[in-house]
T-cell receptor
Framework: DTAVSQTPKYLVTQMGNDKSIKCEQN?????MYWYKQDSKKFLKIMFS???????INETVPNRFSPKSPDKAHLNLHINSLELGDSAVYFC??????????????FGEGSRLTVL | KQEVTQIPAALSVPEGENLVLNCSFT??????LQWFRQDPGKGLTSLLL?????REQTSGRLNASLDKSSGRSTLYIAASQPGDSATYLC???????????FGTGTRLQVTL
């Protein structure tokens, strides 16, 4: 049973399109994240949700909109895709206890290619 | 602003050698530090989590140490195996507790 699962694993699309990536965790964690890994393999946080509430929102274009329907799911919708959006997007989850996060568990990643 | 650096960027060792990967961070006010491995085209696998109050953690052939005051952590891998070949990333939790700042990674290759 996969702990953090993302779909789709690969996504190839044209500039200007809108696309979504879905993430689900079955670990019972209360916090979920989206990270972006660029072509140089550097990982940077984009968003974090705790119990469906947004708690981290880094400097990310408004074209990126996360949605958390419940604490087990965090989806990422991207409007008007640009070439620079090509990257691997990782979902992760952890449990916050007294405001401190425990171990993070990552999904396998979703590789987005914008042509 | 927290910055995390890992040295070396790449490392190649023969099988059986012991090795040390280094991680340094600029803001010592961390909550914890986590080491991950990433295989090509795959996600991140958590290896060890060290809380800020701890000095080290061990799991099998892996030992991670933390010196918060000097802003350093090391990952020691004993008796390396070809299966250890991967990119190793360290990440620290600072500021907002749930925010994780990643290092640049060390790409390890263990040769036969």
């Amino acid at each position: 049973d996969t702990a953090v699962s993302q779909t789709p694993k690969y996504l190839v699309t044209q500039m200007g399109n809108d696309k979504s990536i879905k993430c689900e965790q079955n670990l019972g964690h209360d916090t979920m994240y989206w990270y972006k890994q660029d072509s140089k393999k550097f990982l940077k946080i984009m968003f974090s949700y705790n119990n469906k509430e947004l708690i981290i929102n880094e400097t990310v274009p408004n074209r990126f909109s996360p949605k958390s329907p419940d604490k087990a799911h965090l989806n990422l919708h991207i409007n008007s895709l640009e070439l620079g959006d090509s990257a691997v997007y990782f979902c992760a989850s952890s449990q916050l206890t007294s405001g401190l996060t425990g171990e993070l568990f990552f999904g396998e990643g979703s590789r987005l290619t914008v042509l | 602003k927290q910055e995390v650096t890992q040295i070396p960027a790449a490392l190649s060792v023969p099988e059986g050698e012991n090795l040390v990967l280094n991680c340094s961070f600029t803001d010592s006010a961390i909550y914890n530090l986590q080491w991950f491995r990433q295989d090509p085209g795959k996600g991140l696998t958590s290896l060890l989590l060290i809380q800020s109050s701890q000095r080290e953690q061990t799991s099998g052939r892996l030992n991670a140490s933390l010196d918060k005051s000097s802003g350093r952590s090391t990952l020691y891998i004993a008796a390396s195996q070809p299966g250890d070949s991967a990119t190793y990333l360290c990440a620290v939790h600072t500021g907002t507790a749930s925010k994780l700042t990643f290092g640049t990674g060390t790409r390890l290759q263990v040769t036969l």
